[in-house]
């Protein structure tokens, strides 16, 4: 392989986006993680319920937008057309603050008929309210970097990104610490206060961007040379042909955003209707009352809690509070769940141009080899990352959260959620494949499907008192298993030399499930070395981290053995054929 051929390998392109996607990540594992600590499992539902309808409006507001302008960007500058340039970003940044305007105003003006109604959680209204100034700077911000990416320059969106996260983590984590520190009065408020804290550092880092972004635009335009003789089109045909680019990536973006909406306004819903009908049926609904994983004795005794604290605080409103509690407990497992997600993303960034560039050159063997590599190392890094938190659940929410959280509650709620981990692995990928190839509007339609079947699940199993918290991740499994076995079926249909399915899933389906056999065995066994059930704080980290060290070596040594990554694996990575060489691979 030449150097230049190495230049254009696989992963070779976005290392960058890899880095700094990493880096956001990080600090994002970094805030939530403590903030499951330092929060009430109340005010993280109050957290999780705002951060969605956050995402809501900003994926309505900024999903293709950007994406259309630095295409029209591009497209100019390429042209030489310089005068259209700067009159494409007008143009667009005043759709941007449009946009921005309206969503401000819903989650400002009415947060709380928002909060009341679309989240099923009033209590949640300050964190909206604190959130909405971040929808209005993101949608500027999304402007700024949308025109330097046009001009391909990625190192805007990559700093104003960073400083954003970090401002998250310094300002929020300090806010909510700082708040917290005042043991304001009654509990639930000052809990409640700590979240809009928390909350409040997206919102700074966000003002903090905008600065830098409009700054960084002066100072690159003032560098252009100027004045230009080329005949900008009309402000009216330009926003045609942006939102001709922006309205079909919209759509397909708020997709998900729309069923993650529905989903709390359903789940808050369903589990306040529960409550009230334990509250309704009085003492005698603790007689023979259990559910799966006892949940049914666990609500009775959670809302009795709430009825009791309600005697002392007029603030605790019992069914209200009950349902936040799960809900939010629920929210601190999707923080930890994400996390297999996240390691998609930059895999799904290189997929695209490797596969489009192969079909460009009629090229199916090279189209297929690369579609082939991404599933497998999509399924090389999904599969022991779900069957870990499959197998770990309560130990690793018990570690995570410190303690803040009924781990007997949590734990089977990971659990299920580390198998749909999987399953949204392999659908983003097998999304990013059929995208490649030139079928965009299939995917749209396998998370609708998916969507749906979530909402039924939801409605059905949560509003089951046997049930009631575990039907969430029930429906997302069901959801993404669904979406991902429709797309994978999609690509065998209408890709053309499709992957082999087998030499894919067999071999990292065997390694992770003897992975996760291993890891249950080694905390079982530390579990009895060091305590029996009942262990600490710092033995439960132990046993964990010993578990964990072991199933990384095991899966290793398992993945080498079944010769699960090939060679021509390999050498889509940057010095793959080095690695070979030193792994043995051929």
Request: with cysteine.
């Amino acid at each position: 392989m030449s150097s230049q051929q190495k230049k254009n390998t696989f992963f070779g392109g976005v290392a960058v986006l890899m880095v700094s996607t990493i880096i956001i990540k990080v600090i994002g594992a970094i805030y939530k993680i403590p903030l499951g600590i330092i929060l009430s499992d109340e005010a993280y539902g109050d957290f999780g319920a705002a951060y969605n309808i956050y995402s809501f409006f900003l994926t309505i507001s900024t999903a293709g937008l950007p994406v259309a302008l630095s295409k029209t960007v591009s497209e100019a500058n390429a042209l030489g057309r310089y005068n259209q340039v700067q009159k494409v970003f007008k143009v667009a940044f005043f759709a941007f603050l449009t946009m921005g305007l309206f969503s401000f105003i819903c989650m400002s003006v009415f947060a709380l008929p928002v909060a009341t109604y679309a989240l099923q959680n009033e209590k949640a209204v300050w964190c909206v309210v604190a959130l909405s100034p971040a929808v209005l700077c993101t949608c500027c911000c999304s402007a700024f970097r949308g025109y330097a990416q046009g001009h391909m320059n990625m190192m805007p969106t990559a700093i104003s990104q960073v400083t954003e996260n970090l401002s998250k983590l310094i300002i929020g984590m300090g806010l909510a610490l700082f708040i917290g520190s005042l043991a304001i009065q009654p509990a639930d408020l000052g809990d409640r206060m700590m979240a809009v804290g928390a909350i409040a550092g997206v919102s700074v880092g966000s003002i903090l961007s905008v600065f830098y972004l409009f700054f960084n635009h002066r100072r690159t335009n003032r560098l252009r040379p100027g004045p230009f003789t080329d005949r900008a089109d009309s402000s009216k045909v330009i926003l045609g042909r942006l939102l001709k680019l922006a309205i079909p990536i919209t759509i397909s973006s708020s997709t998900s955003a729309i069923v993650t909406l529905i989903d709390t306004n359903l789940v808050n819903g369903q589990l306040q209707n529960v409550f009230q009908s334990i509250q309704d049926a009085g003492p005698t609904v603790t007689e023979g009352v259990r559910g799966l994983f006892d949940i049914g004795n666990k609500a009775v005794l959670i809302l009795q809690q709430n009825m009791q604290a309600a005697l002392t605080d007029p603030s605790v409103v019992p069914v209200l509070d009950s349902a936040r509690g799960l809900y939010g407990a629920y929210q601190k497992c999707m923080s930890i769940y994400n996390l297999p997600f996240n390691l998609m993303v930059p895999l799904t960034a290189s997929i695209i141009p490797a596969v489009s560039a192969a079909r460009a050159r009629r090229n199916d063997l090279e189209a297929r080899k690369v579609s082939e590599s991404a599933l497998r190392f999509a399924a090389l890094l999904a599969l022991p990352a779900g069957a870990g938190l499959f197998v770990l659940g309560e130990p690793i929410i018990r570690l995570l959260t410190g303690g803040s959280t009924d781990y007997t509650i949590a734990g089977p709620l990971l659990s299920i959620l580390g198998l749909a981990s999987i399953f949204v692995c392999v659908q983003l990928i097998a999304t990013s494949i059929l995208q490649a190839n030139g079928i965009v509007n299939l995917p749209i339609v396998t998370v609708v499907i998916g969507g749906v079947v979530k909402i039924l699940v939801n409605y059905t199993l949560v509003g089951n008192p046997n049930i009631m918290i575990y039907g969430a991740p029930v429906g997302t499994l069901c959801c993404f298993a669904i979406a991902a076995v429709l797309n994978l079926l999609i690509i065998k249909a209408r890709v053309p030399s499709a992957p082999s399915y087998t030499k894919v899933f067999v071999k990292p389906v065997i390694a992770a499930a003897i992975m996760g056999g291993g890891v249950w065995a080694v905390y079982g066994m530390m579990e009895r070395i060091l305590g029996g059930d009942q262990l600490g704080f710092l033995d439960n980290a132990v046993a964990v981290a010993v578990a964990i060290g072991v199933g990384v070596v095991l899966y290793l040594v398992l993945v080498l053995a079944l010769h699960v990554i090939s060679r021509e694996d390999l050498e889509l990575m940057p010095k793959g054929e080095k690695l070979a060489k030193i792994l043995h691979i051929h």
